[in-house]
């Protein structure tokens, strides 16, 4: 905090834990008397509200499993608002709640109701109750896999133009012969292998734990990797796609990238959220080895061919618009990649240390290829321009930065294309926020108890 007519110095009121990774959406409590926040307990999510007073400090009050909690406020009828969101599913929308509140005791006092179904993940409340929320998009995502470049007679589709609700994350296996792909509905998420040759598809994951955040890696050409969010935290999984042994749980965290040879799994949020280390899956009662303090701003990593280098981004929020390599598995050394040429995901060749990285300008998407020798130093080329990109391709998010593929036997490129229709228009005419001036809970308690389940036994 900071007494900003004062000229203060900012000083921290509330540090984490051992048990926590940091505090989302604080807002602020009637006449000063503190904050409201959500709390992300360390590899459980961010699925806690807390309250802080200068007498009281930090207080948990609220815990709602394999759920995001968000935006909690205060209404000075005695109430809590929050959305919630489900991260097993595409998480278009959000659920809004409410419940009673004492703010003397700092107590919750009654069970949580619904006010909304599908609101956005975002709200706030003013002093004469006056309650703001986003409104979600309406339109239902439209994707699809498609190959950029190669030959006129070759399918554009792979899967014969198949239209998923929404593909997150992909991954071309070792022999280049299927790519394994996630998909979301409103419901649930799924992971499916299509085998290029004969053009078909198959489920081989429908986990209702899937996570969204999820990336989908390969092991080997009979082995995946991936992620569950569930009321037990975050865990990385193998499964066998043979079904010959039982999904094996790997770790906390979530995978981040996996070395060619499938020994070296690159995890994030070990020792705690935003930090990366590296888990030897040939030998699993090795020690797992976090990554250098000089590197504690990495994200999305990506292990080279040769596993002589990292690349990545630096920050979860992007501090910067460069792509970094560092040296493996020492990380002494930093160098940036695209000088003067802003970049986002960067991805590796499959047999050798060329990396590409997407670079916009003018509302034009261009991949670009950088050259690394090691002889007799780190070189780097200049940046070579690969291709443009369609307009529709999906550029992924932070936590889902494998959307780009290449396919060394076709030459060709394999992204997410993004048909989902333009709801500009739509927009202009409903707006994207909804506006309840008064707002007032609607008999609360006589309403059904909704199914989405608090943690058994009540917080102090």
């Not at 904050?35 to 007498?55: C, M, Q, Y």
């Not at 959000?94 to 419940?99: L, N, Y």
């Not at 569930?230 to 995978?255: Q, V």
């Not at 002889?375 to 391709?393: A, C, F, T, W």
Request: proline share 7%; hydrophobic share 35%; charged share 25%.
């Amino acid at each position: 905090e900071v007494t900003l007519h004062q000229h203060g110095t900012l000083r921290s009121i509330l540090d984490t834990t051992d048990a926590d990774d940091n505090f989302h959406d604080a807002s602020a409590l009637p006449d000063g008397r503190g904050l409201l926040f959500a709390t992300h307990h360390r590899n459980e999510g961010i699925d806690t509200l807390s309250v802080w007073t200068p007498e009281t400090q930090r207080k948990d009050i609220f815990k709602l499993p394999g759920r995001i909690l968000g935006y909690p406020v205060y209404s000075n009828l005695g109430y809590i608002l929050f959305c919630s969101i489900l991260p097993q599913s595409n998480m278009q929308f959000s659920k809004i709640w409410a419940f009673p509140f004492d703010l003397e005791t700092l107590k919750k006092t009654g069970p949580k109701f619904l006010l909304d179904e599908k609101g956005g993940f975002s709200l706030t409340m003013s002093d004469n109750n006056t309650l703001v929320y986003k409104l979600p998009e309406t339109k239902t995502k439209s994707h699809k896999l498609a190959w950029l470049g190669g030959a006129i007679q070759e399918a554009k589709y792979p899967e014969r133009g198949f239209v998923r609700d929404m593909i997150m994350s992909m991954a071309i296996s070792p022999d280049q012969s299927k790519v394994a792909f996630s998909t979301a509905d409103a419901n649930s998420n799924q992971i499916w292998v299509h085998t290029f040759e004969s053009s078909t598809s198959r489920l081989v994951q429908t986990s209702s734990s899937v996570s969204s955040f999820s990336s989908i890696l390969w092991k080997d050409e009979d082995h995946l990797v991936y992620d569950t969010w569930g009321t037990d935290g975050l865990f990385t999984w193998e499964d066998d796609l043979r079904r010959s042994t039982p999904p094996r749980k790997i770790s906390k965290g979530l995978s981040a990238d996996l070395s060619n040879d499938g020994s070296q799994l690159l995890a994030q949020g070990l020792p705690r959220w935003g930090r990366h280390s590296v888990i030897n899956l040939d030998e699993p009662e090795s020690e797992i080895k976090v990554l250098p303090e000089n590197l504690t701003d990495v994200w999305a990593p990506k292990f080279s061919p040769s596993q002589k280098f990292i690349a990545f981004v630096a920050g979860e929020e992007r501090k910067d618009s460069s792509i970094y390599l560092t040296d493996y598995p020492h990380g002494q050394n930093r160098f940036q990649v695209n000088k003067g040429l802003p970049g986002k995901q960067p991805f590796w060749h499959p047999s050798k240390d060329l990396l590409y990285f997407i670079h916009t300008k003018e509302n034009q998407n261009e991949i670009y290829s950088v050259t690394v020798d090691t002889m007799p130093d780190v070189q780097l080329s200049n940046p070579r321009l690969e291709g443009v990109l369609p307009k529709s391709i999906y550029l992924g998010t932070p936590y889902n930065p494998h959307i780009l593929e290449y396919h060394e036997e076709k030459k060709q490129f394999l992204f997410i294309e993004d048909q989902t229709p333009d709801s500009a228009v739509f927009k202009t005419i409903r707006g994207n926020a909804l506006i309840i001036p008064n707002w007032r809970p609607r008999d609360p308690f006589k309403n059904p108890e909704a199914t989405d389940k608090e943690a058994s036994g009540s917080l102090p």
